[in-house]
């Protein structure tokens, strides 16, 4: 089957510990994206990728790091920076930046106490 | 402020109404997109409409485009439960950053 998936689907940390959210895509698309959704609320976007070994910060990067190293897999990790980093995490890629629809993954919902 | 915003923030009609969601943008854009998602899951993508359309259908689905005005809506026909689900709208903006904006969305409820 082709398609994305995140891992795990429920996350739970402690205050000030790192974490690493999975997201692995078989679509061989060349853009992947992380967003944050917070309850009730839209899509903000973190950092996205057009190509392996490049990526861009979105609007809300702060607190939030990446890596592109594959094609098939872009890894966040929330940091102990991020001051509020409990919400429902989206990956989703799409064949190039502009003009086509992305794909979501069915996301990870990380809660940090 | 978001590209897109998404109206009536929620929406609850019977089932076998017909639903209609608005989105506003305020720059220029060379496509607009739907999402749909439904509670505590990823979007799914439903239709793209290009700058230069007009209007586009998808089974029960039927969006329309008036760049004069920098609107869109999406109307879904023959409600069903199913349809139950949070519905936003993406823009890609001509100008800035290549990237998606998302709405806020419009919840929508449909009841049996």
């Known amino acids: 089957d082709g398609g994305i998936t995140q891992s795990p689907k429920y996350l739970f940390r402690k205050e000030g510990q790192n974490v690493t959210l999975s997201c692995e895509q078989n679509?061989?698309?060349?853009?992947m994206y992380w967003y944050r959704q917070d309850p009730g609320q839209g899509l903000r976007l973190i950092y996205y990728?057009?190509?392996?070994?490049?990526?861009q910060k979105g609007d809300i990067a702060e607190g939030y790091s990446v890596s592109r190293e594959k094609k098939e897999s872009f890894p966040l990790t929330v940091t102990s920076a991020q001051k509020n980093p409990t919400a429902f995490y989206l990956c989703?890629?799409?064949?190039?930046?502009?003009?086509?629809?992305?794909?979501f993954g069915p996301g990870t919902r990380l809660t940090v106490t | 402020s978001q590209q897109g915003e998404e109206d009536p923030q929620a929406l609850s009609i019977q089932e076998g109404e017909n639903a209609t969601m608005n989105c506003s943008y305020k720059?220029?854009?060379?496509?607009l997109q739907w999402y749909r998602q439904n509670s505590g899951r990823g979007l799914v993508h439903l239709i793209l409409?290009?700058?230069?359309?007009r209007e586009k259908h998808s089974g029960r689905l039927r969006v329309t485009l008036d760049t004069s005005k920098k609107s869109s809506s999406l109307l879904i026909t023959a409600s069903r439960a199913a349809d139950t689900a949070s519905y936003f709208c993406?823009?890609?903006?001509?100008?800035?950053?290549?990237?998606?904006?998302f709405g806020q969305g419009t919840r929508l409820t449909i009841n049996p």
């Open positions: 989703a890629s799409s064949p190039g930046l502009r003009s086509y629809e992305q794909y």
């Open positions: 679509l061989n698309h060349d853009a």
């Open positions: 990728s057009q190509i392996v070994n490049d990526f």
């Open positions: 720059t220029s854009i060379n496509n």
């Open positions: 409409i290009r700058s230069n359309e």
């Open positions: 993406a823009t890609d903006p001509v100008q800035g950053a290549q990237k998606l904006v």
